[in-house]
């Protein structure tokens, strides 16, 4: 739904993942139908395919930012590789602005090495948010962070939606991160979502398989 955080469960190797990484291209699906914006996203050519990815943020498990490059590197990157933006005091500003957004300005200057591991998750979000998406994909936005960082991650995820008006798509084992971000659920299990509801409803569902992952 357009505003909704709709949070996927699964066991490990459900397909949540991939799921996701189908909706922007970077894998094919087997079978069925894919559709973002009323398009096919396998019959995409290569410029539909970058202009989808322009719409559809993508948070991966690990930030995946550039090394060799500061915090600062790492944002104006898409404004000046993908959107070809030339103006360095708007540059600047847009970088500033999303920084601020996630609760990094002070990290500006910083190299990823320097940066905890909530940081860099941090500075992913804000790349990703740079270019305005209509659709974010969390890929597990908590694995690995300690529970107070976790839930700040969550909180942010919150706070996001709220201020940009973004539809988003989280995948998660985390159920605090469930419970914090959640609007709607859907379990999936063996290629098939079994359940959808919100976190009360799924939590006292009548199928012991759903009801294993609120334990």
């Known amino acids: 739904m357009r505003g909704e955080n709709l949070v996927v469960l699964g066991k490990s190797g459900s397909g949540k993942s991939v799921s996701i990484k189908c ?12 559709k973002i914006f009323d398009k096919e996203v396998s019959e995409l050519s290569v410029t539909e395919l970058k202009m989808l990815r322009m719409k559809v943020g993508f948070l991966f498990q690990s930030g995946a930012l550039y090394d060799s490059m500061t915090v600062e590197q790492n944002l104006e990157f898409p404004l ?20 601020e957004g996630v609760g990094l300005l002070d990290a500006i200057n910083k190299m990823p090495s320097d940066l905890s591991g909530g940081m860099r ?5 804000a790349r990703t948010l740079i270019l305005r998406p209509e659709i974010m994909l969390y890929d597990e936005p908590t694995t690995g962070l300690d529970p107070i960082t976790s839930r700040e991650i969550s909180e942010l995820i919150l706070q996001m939606q709220q201020k940009y008006k973004i539809s988003s798509i989280i995948i998660t084992h985390d159920m605090a991160c469930a419970r914090i971000t959640a609007d709607r659920l859907l379990v999936l299990n063996q290629g098939k979502f079994i359940a959808e509801g919100n976190y009360e409803q799924l939590e006292h569902s009548p199928d012991e398989l759903v009801r294993s992952f609120f334990k």
């Open 23 to 34: 909706m922007v291209g970077l894998l094919t699906q087997d079978s069925g139908s894919l």
């Open 80 to 99: 000046t590789r993908v959107l070809k933006l030339k103006d360095k005091n708007g540059i600047r500003a847009s970088v500033e602005e999303v920084l």
């Open 121 to 125: 998750k941090r500075v992913g979000l």
